[in-house]
């Protein structure tokens, strides 16, 4: 079996794309000096082209628009158990990611502050951030916006496709069930500290 098999990969870029869309926070993943980096950047797409947007006191921002990077969208995983279903399986994780590789170059202030707009615009209904709102003249000062071209990308959505149409359904409802449950579980033992 190879890595990942053809019925888990996604190489269609307009399904790519819906997945980014719906799940816009990726790991952006560095490696600088022979030491990996990591952060947590929401990205929003225009004109198929990534972009973001970083803390300047970040540790990636030194070396972030001479690094190749990796993106890893995160639509969801769960672990399926073998006594969910009624024929002989083994225990496996289902998941929904897409890794965007790349390079990164920075944008000028101007198409930082567009970037913030169009990014709220797309995933914000009920407030409008304007570009003469006050707090953006006071923050761009310490984010700096990037763009990241797209040398390759795959999907990888694993949902038990090799399984049977009412295995691949059932494993689907698992997943969603499965999120839920442990993301509630979560947030009912999250205490509140102001510290």
Known sequence: MSYLPNHFTVKDWANV????KLFPLATLITSF???IFTSHIPFSID?????GHLNKDNPQFQHLHTSKVELVFHGGDAYISPAAFPTDELPTF?????HVKGKASYTDESLLIKSLVNMTDK???DFK????HPKIEI?????QGFEVSIESFHGRFKMSQDKSKPHFDKAKTLLKDSQKQRLDYF????????G
Do not use: G, P
């Open 94 to 98: 289902n998941y929904a990611k897409v």
């Open 47 to 51: 004109d198929d082209k990534l972009t």
């Open 33 to 35: 000096e022979n030491e």
């Open 17 to 20: 794309k819906s997945f980014i």
């Open 187 to 194: 947030l009912d033992s999250l205490e509140y500290d102001a």
């Open 129 to 132: 951030l304007e570009y003469t």
């Open 123 to 125: 995933l914000d209904e």
């Open 139 to 143: 923050l761009k000062h310490f984010i």
